[in-house]
């Protein structure tokens, strides 16, 4: 079993960084792919990023790429999402996910919800304009 506690979401102005983090507890996290998805209001909860259990390996929503970046450290059972630039279609929900724990190649990432198993309660993010 794994859980998920995210936070370091906030109210923020158009422009502003936030970083979220994500602690993890259970076990073979150092095994897992990890990602972040978010909700907004009204709308389906959207794949954001995933990083490969090696870290080397990262994929990333064309809305966030070049803005927000994810990293992991497995020692501290920690996964990070830095966001930058933000913008006000940023806001939503922010959910930290963990695959099951399988075998996965180290560099093997996963970017579909169905893919994960364990997730978080979320973090709000809201950026205002």
């Known amino acids: 079993q794994v859980q998920l506690v995210e936070s370091g979401g906030g109210l923020v102005q158009a422009g502003d960084s936030l970083t979220l983090s994500c602690a993890a507890s259970g076990r073979a996290f150092s095994n897992r792919p990890m990602g972040w998805f978010r909700q907004a209001p009204g709308k389906e909860r959207d794949f954001v990023a995933a990083i490969s259990r090696s870290s080397e390996f990262t994929s990333y929503a064309d809305s966030v790429k070049g803005r927000f970046a994810i990293s992991r450290d497995n020692a501290k059972k920690m996964v990070w999402l830095q966001m930058n630039s933000l913008k006000p279609e940023d806001t939503a929900v922010y959910f930290c996910?963990?695959?099951?724990?399988?075998?996965?190649?180290?560099?093997?990432?996963?970017?579909?919800?169905?893919?994960?198993?364990?997730w978080g309660q979320g973090t709000q993010v809201t950026v205002s304009s």
């Open positions: 996910a963990a695959t099951g724990n399988h075998y996965f190649s180290p560099n093997y990432y996963a970017i579909g919800e169905s893919q994960y198993d364990y």
